[in-house]
């Protein structure tokens, strides 16, 4: 089944403590995202990676990091939470010039 | 520059009553249109797109979107509203920026249905 799984669904930490949430997709997408979900706000996007070694920031890349070492994966690493960053994540994957597949969301509380 | 504007954060109809939620791009090139719903506790399921050919785009559990691009906009509709419909719904354009893409976000509206 073709899908884009983040790891995990539901976080709590505490502020200042590193963090890395997981997504990886199976339908060998060049493009991958990660966004974050706020009230009000709709959908912002953090970081994007054109392919593998390829990444650069979105709208709100403060305080965040990426990686994409392999095609199929797409960590965002928080250094150092703050409650701020509360928020509900969702990674992405798609081709050029066409639809974004969504994982299921991780719903990060940072206290 | 590509962005999106949904005009209403809430949009409320009656079941079986018909369902508008709006949307307008600003864009310098012909775009690429996409709908999404997202219910609750879910991620965002892909409606229905527009990005090359008839400008009426059918699109999944009855909706369809029409691009018009002297109004630049990509409403979408369905003829009649189900309880099942109420969900968050985004409008999103490819937004182009020296040979990067992006995705970006409306900032949703919530379709709330009443029996």
């Known amino acids: 089944e073709a899908q884009v799984t983040q790891n995990p669904r539901y976080l709590i930490t505490v502020t200042g403590k590193k963090l890395t949430v997981t997504c990886s997709q199976n339908?060998?997408?060049?493009?991958m995202s990660w966004y974050r979900q706020d009230p009000g706000l709709g959908l912002r996007q953090i970081y994007y990676s054109m392919n593998v070694e390829v990444t650069d920031k979105g709208d709100v890349p403060e305080g965040y990091k990426v990686s994409r070492k392999e095609k199929r994966n797409f960590p965002l690493i928080l250094e150092s939470p703050s409650p701020n960053q509360t928020s509900l994540y969702f990674c992405?994957?798609?081709?050029?010039?066409?639809?974004?597949?969504f994982g299921q969301g991780t719903r990060l509380t940072v206290v | 520059a590509q962005s999106v504007t949904q005009l209403g954060s809430h949009v409320s109809v009656s079941e079986g009553a018909l369902v508008l939620l709006r949307c307008n791009y600003s864009s310098s090139v012909p775009p690429y249109l996409f709908w999404y719903v997202q219910y609750p506790n879910q991620g965002l399921q892909l409606l229905l797109k527009?990005?090359?050919?008839?400008?009426l785009v059918k699109g999944i559990n009855g909706f369809e979107a029409e691009f018009k691009k002297s109004e630049t906009s990509f409403h979408l509709t369905k003829p009649s509203a189900h309880m099942s419909d109420a969900a968050e719904y985004y409008c999103?354009?490819?937004?182009?920026?020296?040979?990067?893409?992006?995705?970006?976000f409306g900032t949703g509206t919530r379709l709330l249905v009443s029996p």
């Open positions: 339908m060998n997408h060049e493009y």
């Open positions: 999103a354009v490819i937004k182009t920026d020296t040979g990067f893409q992006k995705l970006v």
């Open positions: 992405a994957s798609g081709e050029r010039n066409t639809e974004a597949f």
């Open positions: 527009y990005t090359t050919g008839a400008t």
